[in-house]
């Protein structure tokens, strides 16, 4: 017969092992936490941040304005000279980037970043890189505020089959992803914010920074591709 010590000390392990159990699933929960926010940017953004978003957005708009303007007189020139519609021979893409880069910059800086950090990734301040950055940083901040961002940092696509579940339209994530996966080849998968008002931060910016560094593109081809990221965005 079992001694009433016995049984105590058998109580005891038993729950001493329940308890261990609990304190490691609970400590293994919070550090995956903690990974799964690592790409969740909750920085809250400070006034000037929002100043510079808002800069960069009518610098899109103004040249959006330009550039329609611009390819209607060209349209209406040719057809006066030629009797048709000829192949445009202005650079759009240039013109593009050399309107909105003093803004694009700007806002870069506003997260923190300085002058040597952009430099150290892109060579230079002239570089249409920073144009492309900017872009993505928009965009970013733009679905973020809507309590979802792209993953700029994860290895493989998140089927979009499964964005139904998280309660992301499908479409509007193809567009978006496309947009920006074309421009800077990221991957693009989706996740949700779940708490906290979420911006990108100097972390993410850095991160942003990085990613198009790494893209292979030269001088033309980033100018163009910072075009079409706007053209696919509807900025232009």
Known sequence: MKTYNQIFFKHFRGSFHVLTIVILSSLL????????????YVEKRNLQVELKLVEFKNAL??????????????????????????????NYSNYFV?????????????????????????????SSKIVLTAESILVSENLLDKGQTLSFFEPADLSYAA???????????????GCIADAIGITA????????????????VLKLLKKVAGKYLGPIGVALAAYDFAECMDWI
């Not at 929960?29 to 969740?40: L, R, S, T, Y």
């Not at 964005?163 to 992803?177: F, K, Q, V």
């Not at 998968?189 to 993410?204: D, I, Y």
């Open 61 to 90: 708009l103004e040249a959006k304005i330009d550039i329609e303007k611009m390819k209607k007189e060209e349209l209406n020139t040719n057809k006066l000279s030629t009797g048709s519609s000829s192949i445009s021979t202005f």
């Open 98 to 126: 050399q309107s909105v880069h003093y803004p694009a910059i700007e806002l870069i800086r506003s997260y923190g970043i300085t002058d040597q950090e952009i430099i150290a990734e892109f060579g230079s301040l002239d």
């Open 163 to 177: 964005l139904g579940l998280l309660g992301i339209n499908s479409a509007h994530a193809e567009t978006i992803g």
């Open 189 to 204: 998968a989706f996740e949700v914010v779940r708490s906290g008002v979420a911006g990108l931060g100097k972390r993410g």
């Open 29 to 40: 929960i919070i550090f995956i936490q903690g990974c799964k926010k690592e790409n969740n």
